[in-house]
């Protein structure tokens, strides 16, 4: 079982940038994929973009070239740079992790990104 604890939320304006943490209880590298997630406001939950436990990378089309996650394993953490900003990518941003072994999913408690315009 691995605890998750996201910081970094805030308000910011349009074309700002914001960097989400989510510091794990354990290693991670090797055992988990780590994910960001985020929800809006009466919209389902999205996908933004995935580590996996082998440093790979994927995102949404609609962060592509604007938000980058990356990990510091010394810290067992991970991280969400998220720049040029808009109001559309205000939402609860989750972070998540898959164990590689069992399937089990762990979530952290959110924090909330706001994008004034």
């Known amino acids: 079982q691995v605890q998750l604890v996201e910081s970094g939320g805030g308000l910011v304006q349009a074309g700002g940038s914001l960097r989400l943490a989510c510091a794990a209880s354990?290693?991670?590298?090797?055992?988990?994929?780590m994910n960001w997630y985020r929800q809006a406001p009466g919209k389902q939950r999205e996908l933004v973009a995935t580590?996996?436990?082998?440093?790979?990378?994927n995102y949404a089309d609609s962060v592509k070239g604007r938000f980058t996650i990356s990990r510091e394993d010394a810290k067992n953490t991970v991280y969400l740079q998220m720049n040029s900003l808009k109001p559309e990518d205000t939402a609860v941003y989750s972070c998540?992790?898959?164990?590689?072994?069992?399937?089990?999913?762990?979530w952290g408690q959110g924090t909330q990104v706001t994008v004034s315009s």
């Open positions: 354990k290693t991670i590298v090797g055992l988990y994929d």
């Open positions: 998540n992790a898959v164990s590689r072994f069992t399937g089990a999913a762990y």
């Open positions: 580590i996996n436990s082998g440093g790979s990378t």
